[in-house]
């Protein structure tokens, strides 16, 4: 083998007949050895760290733990226990509620944002920074600064803006009808502007001849976005929604901080019926139960989402 | 441009400037006030006593310490998933690997646990192996779950690269490798860049992982400290929101630095096949 | 302006290692080892820092240097801990053996944490000289409390009576009172009078991990309320309902917003300070604290009131929960450990959380320093009252279902203030989920 002597090469280059190898097995075995040793540190990081405790947790969910003490197997009976308790289809149900509150309140917000930034050009890219700026926040930092602007005491920020207009403070967080809404528009606050930058990517690839032609037949603005704009934006549109919905089941740091499932249990979603288990009532056993069933309708979740954009992705032999 | 047209978008920008910036304006705003003034009614956005005391409060109390400790977890674990993930991403793309679509099944598996539900478990397994509560638990905790999806973006962006990148490379007299340095990884650029911010504001942000995994004081992260102010005697809202404000800082930074891989990243690592 | 990243071999290279080796480089940079502990040390897990401002931690900070000037070869570290998670954190490390010497608990968690086995007994460790002049100078109440089967297995810390009103005097004059009634049904109407505006007659917290408004209204009943033997309240009984009916009479004569209905101790304190109510339920050691953050009202005008009674009953007082130091029963520093924790009960000590952090001493005898009769002493004066009055009660040693008792309370309670819904059918469904 010729050793090219020009440094910055690849010692291993070889001259073009012998890039050729000798036989297609070792190719292949050369190949597997390699794609293995590539896919093996992650994968071993994964297994380690996210599937191993998963399967501890299914296991310990099956039996009875309280306050880190393990009195022995019980079966399925806690999960039992948590179908049988109408709190837990209550959290179920406002999960769904949050889940898809938010959605319907960030998707066409998103959507707003991405079509006015798109007009705005250079200009466009700056704002979208600034917007972006509550995606940047913790989701506890966000909890202890709405919590602080939302105080209900005649000095606290919202309260102030009432009363320029003449209203007492609303208790917004401790109102029963308001809580939910307010957490979830606090929620979608700090999520819609990352929606907007993929809303923003599918609008790109928009032809602009589109549009010109639409001009040319005479189209208005609403038809333009009916007939043009909303068809070719749908793959973006179903991307979002998917990311969306399963940020949004899993979103449980904010209500914790906001208003610890109340008042009255109106904003216990599953997600903080599974702290409110494991981590304050310590029935260990049961919260890891609730974690289960997070974990699969997570996963079908994510499947869905992984089918929904299987075609895109896949174009590989 | 019509005129009315300009000045609905002039509009929208700063209803939407407003939304975005205000409460995080009216935080830097309270972090400034002194005590008395924080509860003063009615509020005023321009404090008329400002000090640094709540931010020097912070410092005190060993804030910057655990500034520090959330900067280099994260870097490190940012670094160590988007290695491992662009590695893996590029493996399933171009090799036979073999079971590859329950590698796919596993990776994705990994995201649908709920991190803080296997928080028990983790805590254990670590304890046991020694790692709890020491420099490397959240590095490595943090790096695992980035991993999935830094390996998604970057396969997702590898795939639509096409092969012909790499054999011109390869015919150039490049070896494999060089080629994967000199050609693939710069187009792989926005999903490898798209996968870092992610991880970055994943680890920057973690409350719940990191108040269960690391004891020690001296080793916790920015937004456990944080909660402190939250403490026994009641709520220091000045420091609370000084905190708010640091805790902030360097994720917008990054943003205006990278903002223009940012956009492109996610929007190539997703959309485009 | 962005950063252009040249992205060849050489810059990973050097991103990757240089972040891999971070963690282990910037050990010099952190102030102190994660482990490997000196010989002789005592770790302690509390909600106080070390360095902090406050007054209690400025005077934990000074009794552990006079500690340190005695015992100058050992090293007292204090790792502070969020307060809600200190006894679950330490059961959690006592399971996998990294337990700290020293633990501060609450007092209601105190039976779960023994019943684990994880701390030592006192008896066995403290010194005999304690045992003889200190513990029987401690208020035996509460020490009580801390025995079980015989075992010694915690010392009550900072004996306080816990939970009272706090209330401004200015408003009250207003109506005509000095203080606030001491019955119940003279308590309800005064309150609804006392609100006006956006003020509101009383603050109630509903969304407390360790405090249930409802449990201390009823404390009105006195100490029968608990069942001697198994800890529980009948929550479907009588004493529960007309408890019931008066939460509900507080918010027919307006005294309680309908719709404040998810307020944290921490909620009503902050709301407090803007002048929103004219008396609210405290813990009473967060005295200094509303005072000094008073901005709707002059701050001076604060005071303390025990609980109104039903009938003729002495005015209620619940003492809990409170602090108590418990020392790890795998410890292997107990005689460094229990030397500490005894430097916490020394007169000095006591003497030192009563002027620095207005606690009532520890150490009973400590009250004959003549300190005490000044007027700064004062607050510290009614409190010793309001400890040894007639109708102090302390929870039971067993508090069944501790973890999820104060959750289902809040609940009811919240119920009942922001429903219609018959109040037997609320504490009906309270008493089913907690299977009694």
Known sequence: ??????????????????????????????????????????????????????????????????????????????????LQSPLTWQAIGRSLVFT??????????????????????????????????????????????????????????????LAVVGLPPANLLSDPSFAMPTVIVIGVWRTFAFASIILIAGLGQIPADLYRAAAVDGLGVIERFRKITFPLIAPSLLIVLSMLTISYFNEVQIIIGLTSGGPIHRTTTLGFLLYETGFVELNQGRGNAIAIMMFLINLMLIVGYVKLLGDKTRSEA | MRPTRRLALIGFSLVAAIVALGPIIWAVS???????????????????????????RLIAEGVHWNFLNSVIYTFSAVAIAVTLGALAGYALVRFEVPGK????????????????????????????????????????????????????????????????????????????????????????????????????????????????????????????????????????????????????LPPVVMFLLFRRYLIGGFSEGSVKG | MTLRIPLNRRTIVKVAGASTALPFLSGAAFGQAASGLPASSVRIWTFLSAEGKSPREVALKRIIERFKAANPRVSVIVESQPFQELETKFVAAAAQRRAPDLIFMRDTFLSLVSSRNVLADLNEVLSADFKRTAIPDMYEVFVRKSVFDGK?????????????????????????????????????????????????????????????????????????????????????????????????????????????????????????????????????????????????????????????????????????????????AQSENKAAAAAFLEALYSPEASMEWAKTAGLVPDRRSV??????????????????????????????????????????????????????????????????????
Not at chain 2, 30 to 56: C, G, M
């Open chain 1, 1 to 82: 083998m010729v050793m090219p002597a020009t440094p910055g090469h690849n010692m291993d280059a070889r001259p073009i007949d012998q890039a050729i190898p000798r036989s297609i097995e070792t190719a292949n075995r050369t190949a597997r050895r390699v794609g293995i040793a590539l896919v093996g540190p992650a994968l071993g990081l994964i297994i380690a760290i996210n599937i191993l405790p998963a399967f501890y947790g299914f296991y310990s969910s099956l039996r009875k733990v309280f306050f880190f003490q393990d009195d022995g197997f019980i079966g399925l009976q806690n999960y039992i226990e948590l």
């Open chain 1, 100 to 161: 898809f509150g938010s959605l319907a309140l960030a998707v066409p917000l998103a959507l707003l944002v991405a079509l006015g930034v798109r007009q705005l050009g250079a200009r466009g890219r700056l704002l979208l920074t600034v917007i972006l700026v509550p995606w940047a926040m913790s989701p506890i930092v966000v909890a202890l600064l709405w919590k602080w602007i939302l105080l209900p005491s005649p000095g606290g920020l919202a309260a102030s803006l």
């Open chain 2, 30 to 56: 309270t972090s400034l006030k002194t005590s008395n003034q924080i509860f003063a009614v009615p509020p005023q956005l321009i404090p008329t006593e400002a000090t640094i005391d709540h931010y020097r």
């Open chain 2, 101 to 248: 679509r329950l590698l796919l099944l596993v990776f994705m598996g990994a995201m649908a646990v709920p991190g803080f539900a296997v928080l028990l478990p983790t805590q254990i397994m670590f304890s046991n192996a020694g790692l709890f509560d020491t420099r490397l638990t959240l590095p490595i905790l943090y790096a695992a779950h980035i991993v999935p999806f830094a390996v998604w973006m970057t396969r997702a962006q590898f795939a639509s690269l096409p092969r012909e990148l790499e054999q011109a490379a390869l015919i150039d007299g490049y070896g494999r490798w060089e080629a994967v340095w000199k050609v693939l990884l710069p187009g792989a650029r926005p999903a490898l860049i798209g996968a870092a911010a992610f991880g970055f504001l994943y680890a920057w942000n973690d409350y719940i992982t990191a108040t269960t995994m690391v004891e020690t004081p001296q080793l916790r992260t920015l937004p456990v400290a944080l909660i402190f102010f939250q403490g026994f005697h009641g709520r220091d809202w000045g420091a609370l929101m000084a905190g708010v404000v640091i805790a902030t």
């Open chain 3, 152 to 328: 010694l297995q915690s010392l009550p810390l900072w004996p306080s009576p816990a939970q009272t009103i706090f209330y401004r005097k200015d408003v009250l004059r207003e109506i005509g009172l000095e203080k606030p009634p001491l019955t119940w049904n003279e308590f309800v109407p005064a309150a609804g009078r006392l609100t006006k505006g956006n003020r509101l007659g009383f603050g109630l917290p509903t969304s407390d991990n360790s405090v249930s408004s409802f449990l201390n209204i009823m404390t009105g009943f006195g100490p029968s309320i608990f069942d001697p033997a198994t800890g529980q309240i009948d929550l479907t009984g009588g004493q529960a309902l007309e408890t019931a009916e008066t939460v509900r009479a507080l918010v027919n004569s307006k005294a309680l917003s309908k719709t404040l209905l998810n307020a944290t101790g921490d909620d009503i304190q902050d709301q407090f300070a803007a002048g929103r109510f004219a008396m609210a339920q405290a813990f009473t050691p967060r005295f200094p604290q509303f005072k000094s953050i008073a901005a709707g009202y002059n701050g001076n005008e604060l005071a303390i009131s025990p609980w109104p009674s039903f009938g003729n009953r002495p005015p209620a007082v619940l003492l809990g929960p409170y602090w108590t130091v418990g020392l790890s």
């Open chain 3, 367 to 436: 009250m004959s320093d003549s300190w005490f009769k000044q007027p700064e002493a004062s607050t510290i004066a009614q409190f010793v009252s309001l400890l040894s009055g007639p109708g102090a009660m302390v929870f039971p040693q067993k508090l069944p279902d501790v973890t999820k008792l104060f959750t289902v309370l809040n609940g009811a309670l919240q119920e009942l203030i922001g429903t219609d819904e018959a109040a037997k059918a609320i504490l009906g469904r309270a008493k089913g989920s907690l299977g009694w």
